[in-house]
């Protein structure tokens, strides 16, 4: 048979949404060089939803023992069989490697011996800790449908895909079912060295995958994905420098990055609610996004909370604000969201609302001057678009009247003496709302869509005091009454950095929305801006 003739064959052989998914990677292949993890390609909603309820008894293996094990080939989209012989047997792992590849140039002793202690005995942030007791001090225990306490890692070549990439490991769902029943993850021998951080990070990740079923099955793949890239960061084996979420920095707007390549429609699913769920699509550049996010959530509120996410039983954003009010905190998930949009935009310029572990590149920003006509742009389902305003726009304060059909987010960061305040602001889809900021300052405003009623929101930018009646006109509706009101009355009592804080209420910018603001409302109740 023809090669395209049977790459399409074995496509055909995929759910939909995965050939769709694939066929849009070939787009992006030739940009992201790197190998990837494949797990979220064969996650599917039967294998996601399966339970197991007995457990076999097997006996352990030993060095030299034969196993037939499934494999996955990304090049025709489906399973096959494939013999290894087990090479190492260590505390808490099993390594077999594909007899095919045995005694090739790229498998040795030192390499498969490397793996081994990283996963058993010494990772780089652990010096007495491998990947094993790392990852599930953190995210919890593996599952164990075998009654053998070992995690059977497979090296192999793994069979890539020349339209969607290489791929360096997988977990398999599958495998935890019956007749294999088994915890395998599986490790790519080429192009990766064995003996590489490359090939210990995707022990890392993979495992993450595993240890996240066993607690939450059909956990969206954001959060899954999100957790596996932080698990290569908590063993040592993840790029920290500027360049480690490059991908997403330089595009954290699909829908206008200026590659051709990249340019990606509604129709592929990037801009729907299924995107980051557990059965949607999900592109290799969210992979840098998701990690970051993880990240910062393991920075502010430490491994606990990680280890509670991965537990709880509902998904995505949910387990986000059942996590927080676990562990008593105020915020909930869309505050975090807030925060972490203005850290991953202040960490070259402010550490305090930055990351601590990473050392983050520059975000892509447009510069706007003010005041600006008004701007209309797409963005991608949970995108984000940065805009600095340029240094004349004077101390007076700024002013935007934006609107959307979907809801948004928009994030004001100001720069005050000694620092940044930073304040997350909600427009219900539907809507005009006149947001602000205050007093001296220089500003810079995000935007993020978190619905998918309509890609296209736009916005003016205006110079404004915030003692003026347009200021306290919060809906921009031409009258400050009622509805205004309720909406100051609602965010009194909170200050900059806080949970709700909302800048546009603190109208005289001193930080927090107080009785002088409320006079300041006051004075201008009933008035036609």
């Not at 390594?95 to 140039?105: G, L, N, R």
Request: aromatic share 12%; net charge negative.
């Amino acid at each position: 048979m023809d090669s395209n003739l049977f790459l399409a064959y074995g496509l055909l052989r995929w759910p939909t949404p995965v050939v769709l998914i694939v066929l849009l990677l070939s787009s992006i292949s030739g940009t992201d060089a790197q190998p990837r993890c494949g797990t979220y390609l064969l996650t599917s909603s039967q294998a996601l939803h399966k339970t197991v309820n007995a457990r076999q008894s097997t006996a352990s293996f030993q060095i030299g023992d034969p196993l037939t094990v499934p494999a996955f080939s990304f090049r025709q989209g489906l399973r096959y069989q494939t013999t290894t012989t087990c090479r190492w047997v260590g505390e808490h792992c099993y390594i077999f490697v594909e007899d095919e590849i045995w005694k090739t140039p790229r498998i040795t002793k030192k390499g498969i011996e490397s793996l081994a202690v990283a996963f058993d005995q010494s990772t780089p942030i652990h010096a007495d800790q491998g990947i094993y007791q790392t990852t599930t001090g953190i995210f919890g225990m593996p599952p164990d449908v075998d009654g053998d306490p070992r995690i059977f890692i497979v090296v192999l070549d793994i069979i890539d895909s020349v339209i969607s990439g290489t791929f360096s490991g997988y977990y398999d769902t599958e495998n935890q079912q019956p007749p294999i029943s088994r915890e395998i993850v599986y490790v790519d021998s080429n192009p990766i060295d064995l003996d590489s951080n490359l090939a210990r990070a995707t022990l890392a990740h993979e495992f993450q995958h595993m240890l996240h079923w066993a607690a939450d099955p059909d956990e969206n793949k954001w959060l899954d994905e999100g957790c596996s890239e932080y698990a290569e960061l908590a063993c040592g084996y993840k790029d920290t420098t500027a360049t480690s979420a490059s991908g997403y920095l330089q595009v954290p707007n699909l829908l206008r990055t200026s590659d051709p390549s990249l340019l990606i429609g509604s129709s592929t699913g990037i801009s729907s609610e299924a995107s980051w769920g557990s059965n949607g699509f999900f592109l290799p550049i969210l992979f840098d996004q998701s990690f970051l996010l993880v990240t910062y959530i393991a920075e502010q509120y430490g491994h606990p909370a990680i280890g509670s996410l991965v537990a709880d039983p509902e998904n995505g954003t949910a387990s986000v604000d059942n996590m927080l009010g676990g562990l008593e905190y105020e915020e909930r998930f869309w505050d975090v969201w807030g925060n972490w949009i203005s850290a991953v935009f202040l960490d070259q310029e402010e550490g305090e609302l930055g990351f601590r572990q990473l050392d983050v590149g520059k975000v892509r920003r447009d510069t706007l001057g003010v005041p600006s006509d008004m701007q209309t742009y797409s963005l991608q389902l949970w995108g984000v678009d940065y805009f600095v305003t340029d240094g004349e726009a004077g101390g007076a304060g700024l002013s935007a009247d934006v609107s959307s059909q979907s809801d948004l987010m928009a994030v004001i960061i100001n720069s005050v003496e000694g620092g940044y305040t930073s304040s997350a602001i909600t427009i219900p889809g539907g809507s005009v709302r006149r947001i602000g900021s205050y007093g001296p300052g220089h500003r810079v405003l995000a935007f993020t869509r978190t619905s998918d009623r309509s890609e296209v929101y736009s916005f003016t930018l205006s110079p404004m005091e915030g003692t003026t009646p347009a200021a306290c006109d919060f809906d921009a509706s031409g009258l400050v009454d009622l509805s205004d009101f309720i909406e100051f009355v609602s965010i009194f009592g909170k200050a900059a950095n806080q949970p709700g804080y909302d800048s546009s209420m603190d109208l005289n910018g001193g930080g927090s929305v107080d009785f002088a603001d409320f006079l300041i409302f006051a004075s201008n109740f009933g008035t036609f801006p």
